[in-house]
């Protein structure tokens, strides 16, 4: 059972959201969700005004990373119906990375009744204009008070809201990171713990300093096989074959978003779709031979983000895009994507989830 509280401070008002450019993830919604797991069961599941909350210096949390997150969308069809995307693909996933964290599973009736009720309530926070959307952030952490270092017996998961707007990033440029790694096999990086982020900083921050914005992942070991752009997967069309780096080995996030983009890629525009492992080499070689046409990143947050400039030790990779350019298959897939969403294209796949 969900309790619900209503808030009746509505902060929507204090807010421009139709005709301001929103930041992604700085807004919040009026609600939230919160429920406690303890004495080996989930409890407290509740809706409620969106507060601060109290704990102190010792929560697990704070000290040993034991946290996990998902990051999905809700978005309104052309003709106003909400629709969660794709949700038990996030759901499946949380508890696969709760797995691993040595965190109980998450009730589906949290996750997905939770969601659905606190988008329902919250909607009107969803800005009426094409691709806006609400961004829906469950999470949970420890919960113990104890600085002793082993698996938490108390837990708590949140699901927050936050308006969301279309990314403005423009083109990326990224760095080939060759020093550090951000996942190894029998590692967590297929899974969404906050430590994966954590760990990724360093790498962010020098890249960004040198005028980049993101890193391309290498692997552990040689630093020669390619895993993903900094917190999205990674796509190369070379020669008009699609190629993406394969599962298998436990170092790459499955992301919904790149799995739709599979389907979209295969299915609907009827292109060859190789899941494999990329060397750095290939990718240098077919820029080269003019045979690179695009790349890009694929995640929830801003759906496909172009990469135009690709820089590996002194090799400069220089694709000349057109971020506009609507022949792109980057661009296509986009909007084949966008079109599922507003159901201007049937969901043939059942990614669409109504809300009520
Ligand atoms: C979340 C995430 C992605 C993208 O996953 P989506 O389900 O498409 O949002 C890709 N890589 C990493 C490291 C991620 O954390």
């Not at 969404?192 to 692997?219: E, P, R």
Request: net charge neutral; proline share 5%.
């Amino acid at each position: 059972m969900i309790a619900i509280t209503k808030s009746t401070n509505n902060k929507l008002s204090k807010y421009n959201l139709l005709n301001e450019p929103i930041t992604f993830g700085t807004i919040f919604t009026d609600h939230y969700f919160e429920a406690t797991y303890a004495n080996s069961k989930w409890q407290d599941a509740h809706i409620k005004p969106f507060t601060k909350f109290s704990t102190d210096p010792t929560l697990s949390i704070f000290h040993y990373g034991q946290s996990i997150f998902e990051g999905l969308k809700a978005f309104k069809t052309h003709d106003n119906k909400i629709n969660l995307f794709r949700p038990y693909e996030n759901f499946k996933r949380i508890n696969r990375s709760a797995e691993r964290m040595a965190m109980p599973a998450i009730p589906e009736e949290y996750f997905i009744e939770g969601a659905k009720k606190l988008v329902a309530l919250d909607r009107d926070w969803m800005p009426n204009k094409p691709n806006h959307s609400l961004y829906i952030r469950p999470f949970m952490f420890a919960a113990d008070h104890i600085v002793k270092v082993r698996p938490s017996d108390t837990f708590q998961f949140f699901i927050v809201l936050s308006p969301a707007g279309p990314y403005h990033g423009g083109n990326m440029k990224i760095l080939v990171e060759d020093v550090h790694t951000r996942s190894a096999p029998g590692g967590t990086g297929s899974i969404k713990n906050g430590g994966n982020y954590g760990c990724s900083m360093l790498a962010m921050k020098n890249a960004m300093q040198k005028g980049f914005d993101q890193v391309l992942w290498m692997d552990a070991f040689e630093h020669k096989w390619i895993q993903e752009v900094g917190m999205m997967n990674v796509f190369f069309i070379i020669n008009g074959v699609v190629i993406t780096p394969a599962l298998n080995d436990g170092t790459i996030l499955p992301g919904v978003t790149r799995d739709s983009l599979i389907t979209i890629f295969t299915k609907i525009l009827h292109l060859k779709v190789e899941e494999r492992n990329i060397h750095i080499d290939e990718i240098i070689e077919s820029y080269k031979n003019n045979t690179l046409q695009e790349i890009f990143g694929a995640g929830t947050a801003a759906v496909i983000s172009i990469i135009d400039e690709l820089k590996y030790k002194d090799v400069h990779i220089k694709l000349n895009i057109d971020e506009h350019d609507d022949r792109l298959y980057s661009n296509r897939a986009k909007k084949i994507l966008n079109d599922i969403r507003l159901n201007i294209m049937p969901d043939t796949h059942e990614w669409l989830v109504p809300v009520c």
